[in-house]
């Protein structure tokens, strides 16, 4: 039987999938109408770059690890295993925030709060649902993907067609005086400012997905340049109807969007519901798409010496990491059940604190990918390019650094506090959990190194990759087949025959 082959709509699809993200429009939309001068300026200064960026590494190198093999390609296996890590953890934490999210939009449809008990059920059941999807081939679940981008699009026009609506009839909710427009340099602004870079986040995802693709040297592009106009436009278009319905300073983090319709349509009308039943099949989306992508990333990562051994175990059935998935669905598992505790003892907001957290070690975890990017073209520059970013070396620096910038600083404005106001020295826990997950990564870093005797680390100027034996030093070994004898070491298989 032919096996499915991704087609260029599957990929353009899967990229509104994965990249853009309902749950997120509310905590933007908190910004106020600075909010769309920083949606056009990070349009131009990040989504652009970013993309091209993606493109011309997703063509040039066809690894299903995605940025994890860039990273890895240019700086070695140290800096490979910290994205791998800084990747990975970010999905169990969302996994989890996006849990709590699930059946406290469920008490918004119903009108019934949920007691506790039942209320993790409806978590873990979220969570296991989601990891038993990601054990199926991509291609075979693409009308999921397709569905949640279909469900995202309509629930993204119907915000915005409401909001227009809201005002014609009853006016804004915020003030709409062209000075409101300027951007906002208050700790405020500046923190929702990373859930921003965030809603950008996700194009090298559909880069994991070339051993399901027909061309992905002609689909990735392409599928990169519409994805990230269709997904600009509807993010402005569903934050100016959550902006036209409720003020900035009571929009919710969490429930924005159902708050939004429950003003303009009714809390408890027909429409009311629909979206949210809507809104909840979308978050399933989100996860599987997600889980896909990372889910490579830590198998790949895994088979190299660079996460732990068991992110390496896959089906012999379809061979998709279901080691890697059914780690998730137990860290997030944890995550959810320590909520609760947490709770006593004085902690709430668990949505906030999950959500923000995943969102720096995701930006994190872009990082190095710029700076790889410039050192593969310059020392690599006999790979074949299907796609090349435009312009001279003077381009490619800003199109390299601007990005490095913004994720910098969003990420202090996420977790440091700016100022001693209660708002922003609750960042503390977020803080205090980002330098944990550090710390644990690079214990990890280092377990997972036991037992390699050749560590890559990265490519010289010359473009040869750059191996060190234990025993002897640097030693010439081609990349291809440091990454065979790797891939046979940690599964247990009896080393290949590399002549």
Do not use: C
């Not at 989890?96 to 709060?113: K, M, W």
């Not at 208050?186 to 923190?191: F, K, M, S, V, W």
């Not at 059940?337 to 003892?345: H, I, N, R």
Request: aromatic fraction near 12%.
């Amino acid at each position: 039987m032919a096996t499915k082959k991704f087609r260029l709509i599957d990929a353009i699809l899967s990229v509104i999938t994965v990249v853009f993200v309902a749950e997120a429009a509310a905590p933007a939309a908190a910004i106020g109408n600075s909010q769309f001068f920083w949606w056009i300026f990070l349009i131009i200064a990040f989504l652009l770059p970013y993309g091209l960026v993606v493109s011309e590494l997703g063509t040039t190198y066809d690894d299903e690890g995605g940025l994890y093999d860039w990273v890895r390609r240019a700086f070695g296996d140290r800096w490979g295993s910290r994205v791998s890590w800084y990747y990975w953890i970010n999905f169990p934490l969302w996994m989890a925030s996006l849990a709590i999210l699930f059946p406290e939009t469920i008490a918004l449809i119903t009108g019934f709060e949920l007691d506790l008990l039942p209320a993790l059920a409806i978590e873990l059941a979220f969570i296991w649902i989601v990891v038993f999807l990601s054990f199926s081939k991509v291609s075979d679940s693409a009308w999921i993907l397709n569905l949640s981008a279909v469900l995202k699009v309509g629930i993204a026009l119907l915000v915005g067609g409401l909001g227009i609506w809201y005002a014609l009839t009853f006016g804004f909710a915020n003030d709409m005086a062209p000075e409101t427009f300027l951007p906002s340099f208050d700790a405020n602004g500046l923190t929702y400012l990373s859930i921003i870079l965030f809603n950008f986040m996700g194009f090298e995802v559909i880069t994991t997905y070339v051993g399901s693709m027909e061309n992905p040297s002609r689909q990735i592009p392409r599928a990169i340049i519409a994805g990230g106009i269709a997904i600009a436009a509807l993010y402005l278009f569903s934050s100016f109807g959550i902006g036209a319905a409720i003020p900035a300073e009571d929009i919710s983090l969490d429930s924005g969007i159902m708050d939004a319709v429950g003003i303009m349509a009714g809390v408890g009308s027909a429409l009311f519901v629909v979206v949210g039943i809507v809104f909840l099949v979308t978050l399933f989306g989100n996860m599987v798409s997600w889980s896909f992508g990372v889910n490579f990333v830590a198998e790949h990562a895994a088979k190299k010496g660079n996460m732990p051994r068991p992110f390496a175990r896959e089906s012999e059935k379809n061979q998709m990491p279901t080691g890697a998935a059914v780690i998730n669905g137990v860290v997030a598992s944890a995550l959810v059940l320590l909520a609760p505790v947490m709770e006593l003892a004085g902690f709430d907001g668990f949505f906030w604190i999950f959500f923000s957290m995943n969102i720096v070690f995701l930006l994190i975890s872009y990082i190095p990918m710029f700076p790889a990017f410039l050192k593969l073209r310059r020392v690599d520059a006999a790979a074949p390019r299907v796609f090349k970013v435009p312009g001279g070396r003077g381009v490619l620096l800003v199109a390299t650094w601007l990005p490095v910038v913004l994720l910098v600083l969003s990420i202090i404005a996420t977790i440091v506090p700016l100022n001693g106001s209660e708002e922003e020295m609750s960042k503390i826990p977020m803080l205090i959990g980002v330098i944990a997950f550090v710390l644990i990564g690079e214990v990890v870093r280092v377990v997972s190194a036991r037992g390699r005797t050749v560590e890559y680390r990265g490519m010289d100027a010359s473009g040869d990759p750059l191996a060190f034996d234990v025993a002897q030093g640097y030693v010439e070994m081609p990349e291809s087949e440091k990454i065979a004898v790797e891939e046979d070491r940690v599964i247990g298989r009896e080393p290949r025959d590399l002549m």
